[in-house]
């Protein structure tokens, strides 16, 4: 008879031994896949990462478009974190304000009131301070996604379905620009102006062979919200054929009362550089006196920007402007990164290709939606035949739902006696 197995051999055979490396390399892997493929890079279909998506797709669903009120900003992030998206709070939030942020992309795709930051680094105010809906563009975003233009998938708990990918009717991905930061992977693909993004894509649509330079005749580079002047067309080329590429981005600048009291005034600064900090930092260089000739530096700004810097009569202009650009924000390099997922494989992107991506997905929507309209026109035409066909014998069909016993017994009786389908019974 075998031996009797002790309560502690029996929790010994169900110990494993792994080494360290088979545990890291296994868990890392998983949580790289999940950063890389769900969070962190766009969709190459829609621009979008999940978080973005699951906002928009949130708001199109309680009906808070642009056509309708604000409603409170908390109320999107708790539906949000209740029906799609099992995070914190405030990088649901946080998504919220930077697509409300005009000096992030020059088509927002929130519409929101109250203080959402600012240029100057001012944080936003706390949700439930602040109100939003979708805005216009949003809606072109999501046009048609109740025609079975894309495939759902269930939520985090099963208890609904979400979109997996945005119709989006026009390439996002370019216009909106992205960043984001996941392992082994990075993006930074800045905004691009609507109209030239879609003159080229329709160029690629007529024209499937057409080359890098025929598109950049359309596309001639960024269009940052902030302004500025782009410096080096190598840098954009190389970007748009490999993905990678790097370009300066300069303020631009007027030199005004030349001979009397001459002043600089910056009107445009590079993207995603902080102003107050800028400001700061020239304010600063005069204090210091690291170059000679800076009176004042005064921020002006109001809708637009304006920093203005006194100088004095004798100032050597040129000098200051090449010190300032040099040693401040004025003057900042820019890396092009196209990096987004392209079936559920991060993908590094060319113009053509992106472009590729996007008239592909289109492609998938058109034919979706064009099915979902002729099986719908089809059961309507089906309903309209058999209305036809009971209004030429109306007196016989009245006379047998009369002799019917209830509603299931004349629906048989007219699938029985004139031919009638069950739909149109």
């Known amino acids: 008879m075998p031996k009797k197995k002790t309560e502690t051999e029996k929790v010994i ?19 790289s896949k ?20 699951r906002i928009l797709y949130s708001m199109h669903k309680e009906k808070n478009t642009y056509d309708k009120g604000y409603r409170k900003s908390a109320k999107t992030v708790g539906d949000v ?78 208890t609904t379905i979400e979109p997996t990918v945005l119709p989006a009717r026009f ?20 905004p691009h102006n609507l109209g030239e993004v879609i003159d080229a894509t329709i160029h690629r649509i007529d ?46 600048y007027t030199i005004e009362n030349e001979k009397t009291a001459p002043q600089i005034v910056i009107t445009e600064i590079p993207y995603e550089v902080n102003k107050a900090a800028m400001v700061k ?11 000679d000739g800076i009176l004042e530096v005064r921020d002006e700004s109001a809708a637009d920007i304006r920093i203005v810097i006194d100088l004095k009569k004798s100032a050597n202009i040129d000098l200051i402007i090449n010190y300032l650009l040099k040693n401040t924000d004025m003057q900042i390099s820019y890396n092009f990164n196209v990096v987004s997922i392209v079936n559920r494989r991060p993908k590094q992107l060319g113009l053509k290709e992106a472009l590729d991506a996007f008239i592909s997905h289109q492609r998938e929507v058109v034919r979706r939606r064009t099915e979902f309209d002729l099986a719908h026109a089809k059961a309507r035409f089906h309903i309209v035949e058999g209305l036809i066909k009971c209004i030429s014998i109306l007196d016989e069909v009245i006379k047998v739902i009369r002799a019917s016993k209830n509603k299931q017994n004349a629906k048989d009786n007219l699938v029985k006696e004139f031919e009638f389908t069950e739909e149109q019974a």
Not at 13 to 31: A, C, N, P, Q
Not at 96 to 107: I, L
Not at 213 to 229: R, S, V
């Open 81 to 158: 974190i209740g029906n799609y998206h099992p995070h914190g709070d405030t990088p649901i939030y946080d998504a919220m304000v930077r697509m409300s942020q005009p000096w992030k992309t020059r088509s927002p795709y929130i519409d929101m009131h109250g203080n959402n930051g600012s240029i100057d680094g001012d944080s936003p105010a706390a949700y439930r301070y602040t109100e939003a809906r979708l805005s216009k563009i949003s809606n072109e975003m999501l046009r048609d996604i109740d025609k079975d233009t894309v495939e759902f998938a269930p939520n985090f708990d099963d």
């Open 13 to 31: 055979e169900k110990i494993f031994d792994y080494t360290l490396e088979d545990i890291m390399g296994e868990r890392f892997g998983s949580y």
């Open 207 to 252: 024209n499937p062979n057409c080359q890098l330079e025929t598109l950049m005749k359309y596309i001639k580079g960024p269009d940052f919200p902030t302004g500025g002047i782009v410096e080096g067309i190598d840098g954009i080329k190389e970007a748009y054929e490999t993905g990678k590429g790097r370009i300066i981005i300069k303020s631009r």
């Open 34 to 53: 999940y950063i890389i493929q769900d969070r962190a890079i766009p969709d190459a279909r829609d621009g979008l990462k999940p978080v973005q998506r």
């Open 171 to 190: 390439p996002a991905l370019l216009v909106y620009g992205s960043q984001g930061i996941s392992a082994g992977y990075a993006t930074n693909i800045p």
């Open 281 to 291: 930092k020239i304010d600063d260089i005069r204090i210091d006196k690291k170059v």
